[in-house]
């Protein structure tokens, strides 16, 4: 990977053997022009042969040059008011109450690796040589300010990493009222954008659409990243399928507030940013100051969704993801919200944990109520002291009981928030988000605490860490289940409101940091209502993440099939539950349930003492297959081949590194009569090698299975006699398929 730079021409190439993104300094302006973003082209000493310019009516900025409008130029990072009448990627306040900036060209730098960013989760390197940073300084005179865009391109990824800083190099404050991560000028408009959308229990659904001239965004202002839209949008060709054409995936790294906007204007120029919503947004920025964006990590693919799609999973598996538990494997965990909700003791949380341990489960997770007297969801969130009605031993004693029975313990916690009730709220009533003189309103009866002060958060970390110091605790569930209403901190002036929520976000990293670092073999699963903070910035704390409240196994498949299309299997946390199904009343086979929570961080989530013999002994066998294929399933490659926001049918598959295993999940939502042959096309094997499906007589080879497929055809021999041969399965019935290359 290499970084160019023409000192003449002032441009810059970033390049690696897939991508190039090229940009330049305007020789009169000095603002940053964009040249290219894609597919790898040859490097030249200029490419100023790209630049594209005509006279058309408009405003400029020289005298005398009518091509000197900044509306007809594809800049890098552009400005509002200054002959460019689109939407910007910055706007500021100065002193004087003017928005007008005037950030010119300084001077470069190259970075050999990528600096981390302060106090916000990134994508890293391990050593230097895997990534170089262009860093690009910027200077207003007027404003005082440096400008400092960052780009970080990896030397084997089609991956480039952006973000901004602003400093304040004068005498007096400024706000920032706009600063996105990135933005990027496509040349033209023919593009389809997808992004995920959905609510509570049907989060990532994906969406498709035309785009056309105007504004068409994606956004969050509840203060979490949200399940109505995933902070990630891409831009597709209209042929682009899943497995072949051009893409450009935006996933911004961060867990509250954001925009993802898609501008095209008149001239079908189309403007894509990303980055925190400036609504309501205004940072003071004093003097000596420095204001940093989060990452908005950008792939270009021209192998499809999926191509895309695995250039996140890689990044974000190994390099977004630290600590302790990112390589290793992720244990299979039982937890108790759905078996019990709040109603349960010692005595029925032991039951549950010695019979999922005789089944082979390896972690019990204690869900909500433990604490205060919460025997609903109308109490006690704050007061993180155990139920002794509950638990009279304490979560110290039942934790050395489940340690016992040999299986790690794990627990939930919400700190975000507070009920009315507690000794916390009657101590500190004024630590809630909530506007003076306005009503403070509810959300699941719950109050969000002021994490925008350090105070608060400590105070939080003091209670957990009382738990915590005491107790056998291997993992932690962590929930936050409203959003933000009335947003306001006393603990700020009037003039600084409008930095609450990315403060409370900064509260809620600085929460993470403290506890990984006091308890780095702890495994944090986070949790928001389900998905709603299924995001690339609590990833970096979290390498896991619960997809969604709704457990039931056909919604799972599109929920599962969407949040893949940004985040690893390693991340989406997906489990076997009850039936008939909590979220929706259905009732899907139990090998199904479990054919669908393979394909995440699997685990259980039901009453396993109520299981039948025949579920029991299913059960059993589950835990020890999931063993055997977890580094497959964790590790391996993943490709969609079945759409079920599009058909009936569903299927996807992980394939080893090596090719040399792979493992198939098919599911039929419907069953058919007499219905047309069915064949799934693989991929990702290696077309040379030769592979047996276990439980069938015959071998095929790699070419073979992508080509034409595995023919599901039942075999009508066993059905001799009857009408047609191939329903025996029923509704959401399901198969897996494992392959392993044997000796031609
Ligand atoms: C919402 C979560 O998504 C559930 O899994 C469960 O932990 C409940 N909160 C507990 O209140």
Redesign the pocket.
Known sequence: MTIKVNQLTKEFHLYNNQISYIFRVLEKSNHLEHLYFGKRIKHRDSFSHLIEREIRPSCNMFEGDHTSSLEHIKQEYPSFGTTDFRYPAHMVTNQIGSHITNYQYQSYQIIPGKPALENLPATYVEDSNEANTLEITLIDEVLQSKLILSYTIYSKRNVICRNARFINTGAEAFYINNAMSTSVDFPDDEYEMLHLAGAWAREAHVEVQKISKGVQSIYSARGASSHTHNPFLALKRPDTTEHTGEVYGFSLVYSGNFLGQVEVDTYSVTRVMMGINPFQFKWKLNPNETFQTPECVMVYSNEGLNGMSQTYHDIYRTRLARGYWRDRERPILI?N?EATYFNFNEEKILSIAKTARDFGIELFVL??GWFGKRND?TSSLGDWFEDKEKLPNGIQGLSEKIEGLGMKFGL?F?PEMVCKDTKLFQQHPDWIVATPNRRASHGRNQFVLDFARNEVVDHIFTLMDNILSKSQISYI?W?M?RHMTEIYSTSLDFDQQGEVAHRYILGVYRLYERLIEKYPEILFES????GARFDPGLLYYAPQA?AS?DTDAAERLKIQYGTSMVYPLSSIGSHVSAVPNHQVGRITPIDTRANVAYFGTFGYELDITNLSDEEKYKVKGQTSFFKEKRQLIQNGRFYRLLNPFESNEVSWMVVSEDKKEAMVGYYKVLAKPNDKYYRIKLKGLDPDKLYKIEGKETTHYGDELMNIGILLAEDYTDRAGEYWSREKLGDFSSELFLLKEVNA
């Open positions: 937890n919200w869900d909500d969801d939930w919400e569930k929930d289940n949790c928001a209502g389900g619960w409240d």
